[in-house]
């Protein structure tokens, strides 16, 4: 019998080759796994932010009162308020004034799903917006967006986020109340 060459497995070439082709895939592939991490901390940012800014106009709605979005761009923090009444209706007087309405107070919302905690978007501590932040909130008219009873808008506004070069707009409708993301 003559010598006989036990051929399992691979070459050298052969595995060099695989290693190439496996090299190139991941670094083509790693790139674009980092986008989609950016883009998806910033969507889910915008659609929070979209959240509260739809709850404060429904909490209007259902409370009959008067509901405020904040929005604190040094700290990164957007906030639902809900308006305070200390003047006694009880009285004489069986309406609330409009200089009733400048002087009123507002307090924080506790969140639905969290009673114990206010209703407030936090860019910094929450892990899940790592780097998203604030750039600008800006107001068609006024310094607030607040709606009434009846869920109607103060006055339209603009929130930008961002996040590693990308950003997102969102634009509450001063008419409507509606609210896109772009």
Known sequence: MGNRCN???FTLIELLVV???LTAMVSWG???LGSSFNESALDAASMDVETA???AQKRAIASGQTCRLTVDVANEVVGVEIVTITTSLLGVQTELT???VETTSFEKVKHPL???DDYEIDMVAES???EVVIDSMTYDSGSELDFDALGRPSTGA?????????QKTIQVDGQTGGVTIN
């Open 128 to 130: 899940r917006f790592h």
């Open 53 to 55: 800014i739809l709850y």
């Open 114 to 116: 969290r009673p114990f």
């Open 19 to 21: 290693v190439t082709l």
């Open 158 to 166: 603009t929130l930008v986020l961002s996040r590693a070069g990308q």
């Open 30 to 32: 790693i790139p674009k």
């Open 7 to 9: 051929t399992k497995g």
């Open 98 to 100: 409009e200089a009733d």
